[in-house]
């Protein structure tokens, strides 16, 4: 195809129950110069003959077929394919809104962005159909096209930034940006978080980002085969921060931020970890705690960790977790997911404080709005 504005890769395997919502979804975009490249990995349920079908029916789809199932391997088969001036990715289980790639494409042309990042919905089919709007940043933050590893005041705000979801399916990528970064997924196998390791990659070398407060895209939370509902993938995630760390070392026009970035990833690695030992069954946590606690032990030693891109409490939290790891995992068993207090004799009070101030700080820089929104949300997710 020619004058294609953008590629849009899909990668499946086995979701005949949401492959035409979806695909129906892409069809239908106001946007009409696409492509759709669906990289598929094997899929027995149907699901390669349902996309052959829509094939048949519109040229701009293309049919690649995977011999490993890899969500990365697959991703960079689709990349490979593609020819439009931008990317965009769309999971098989979720769906689009109609004007998501004209909106992304205009906002990205307009300021000759590498990357342009939305915001999405949390979609639940059942037991009621519901969408719950998660904007990917505040209005100031999404007001200005900005860089990542030079456009930040401080640190924190720096890790924070990154520490945003890997919701990489939110977004457009020019190609010219990914292809003259060599910028690749992680192809370990399965669905396995492979956005982490290319989101750091994509945030670590993009110069011109622009961030849109609406929301597109309606990523599924009830598809019972997703990564995030398998709590098997024990180690996964790990596979990720080794990524990260080759990515640093064997990328040169890096060198200069090199120190800066293994402090961002310092940060993102204790979140994604803490993250990961909350999701698996009792015994997995100590198993995963304690390695984990090898690997942060280790960073420490290392000078991995710098204690300016992370805040206070994760900081000291993380050298509790590398000390003693039963520790954490005896506080978390006793107090659900507070902080863990440094000092044994630290009331609850003042770990409330220092949540308080933490919000606070957000209402500063994000407004109350902005603030109160996410406060909502990440209460109800947790319900």
């Known amino acids: 195809m020619s004058n294609v504005k953008v590629s849009i890769v899909m990668p499946s395997l086995n979701v005949c129950k949401y492959i035409e919502q979806c695909m129906d979804?892409?069809?239908?975009?106001?946007?009409?110069?696409?492509?759709?490249?669906?990289?598929?990995?094997?899929?027995?349920?149907?699901?390669?003959?349902?996309?052959?079908?829509?094939?048949?029916?519109?040229?701009?789809?293309?049919?690649?077929?995977?011999?490993?199932?890899?969500?990365?391997?697959?991703?960079?088969?689709?990349?490979?394919?593609?020819?439009?001036?931008?990317?965009?990715?769309?999971?098989?289980?979720?769906?689009?809104?109609?004007?998501?790639?004209?909106?992304?494409?205009?906002?990205?042309?307009?300021?000759?962005?590498?990357?342009?990042?939305?915001?999405?919905?949390?979609?639940?089919?059942?037991?009621?159909?519901?969408?719950?709007?998660?904007?990917?940043?505040?209005?100031?933050?999404?007001?200005?096209?900005?860089?990542?590893?030079?456009?930040?005041?401080?640190?924190?705000?720096?890790?924070?930034?990154?520490?945003?979801?890997?919701?990489?399916?939110?977004?457009?990528?020019?190609?010219?940006?990914?292809?003259?970064?060599?910028i690749r997924f992680n192809e370990t196998p399965g669905a396995s978080y492979q956005d982490a390791s290319f989101n750091f990659k994509v945030w670590s070398l993009a110069k011109r980002v622009r961030l849109v407060e609406d929301c597109f895209l309606h990523y599924r939370q009830d598809n019972e085969n997703s990564s995030i509902n398998s709590p098997g993938k024990v180690y996964c995630v790990c596979d990720e921060y080794e990524e990260m760390e080759r990515f640093l070392n064997a990328t040169e026009s890096l060198a200069s931020k090199k120190s800066m970035l293994e402090g961002v990833k310092s940060r993102l690695k204790y979140d994604s970890y803490i993250w990961n030992y909350e999701r698996l069954s009792d015994d997995l946590k100590v198993e995963f705690i304690k390695h984990a606690s090898e690997e942060f032990k280790d960073d420490l030693a290392r000078g991995k960790v710098q204690a300016d891109f992370l805040p206070s409490y994760k900081y000291d939290t993380l050298k509790i977790i590398a000390k003693d790891p039963m520790k954490y995992h005896e506080w978390r068993v006793k107090n659900g997911d507070a902080p863990i207090a440094t000092n044994p004799d630290e009331t609850k009070l003042g770990i409330i404080k220092r949540l308080v101030v933490g919000g606070l700080k957000s209402i500063k820089e994000n407004g109350l709005l902005y603030t109160a929104r996410e406060v909502l949300i990440r209460i109800k997710r947790h319900l």
Do not use: H
């Not at 300021?111 to 979609?123: L, M, N, W």
């Not at 209005?139 to 990542?148: D, E, H, R, T």
């Not at 005041?153 to 292809?179: C, D, G, H, M």
């Open 25 to 182: 979804s892409v069809l239908n975009q106001t946007l009409k110069d696409i492509e759709i490249i669906c990289v598929d990995a094997g899929s027995t349920d149907g699901t390669l003959e349902i996309l052959e079908g829509y094939a048949k029916r519109d040229s701009r789809i293309s049919i690649v077929k995977s011999d490993k199932k890899s969500y990365g391997y697959q991703m960079n088969l689709g990349f490979d394919a593609a020819t439009g001036e931008y990317f965009g990715i769309i999971e098989t289980d979720d769906y689009a809104e109609p004007d998501m790639f004209e909106k992304l494409y205009a906002q990205a042309k307009k300021d000759d962005a590498d990357v342009v990042k939305s915001g999405f919905f949390y979609y639940f089919s059942k037991p009621t159909e519901t969408n719950e709007a998660s904007p990917v940043a505040s209005a100031v933050m999404c007001s200005k096209v900005f860089c990542p590893t030079t456009d930040f005041a401080s640190p924190l705000e720096q890790s924070e930034f990154f520490n945003i979801k890997p919701t990489i399916w939110s977004a457009v990528y020019k190609k010219e940006f990914i292809r003259e970064n060599k």
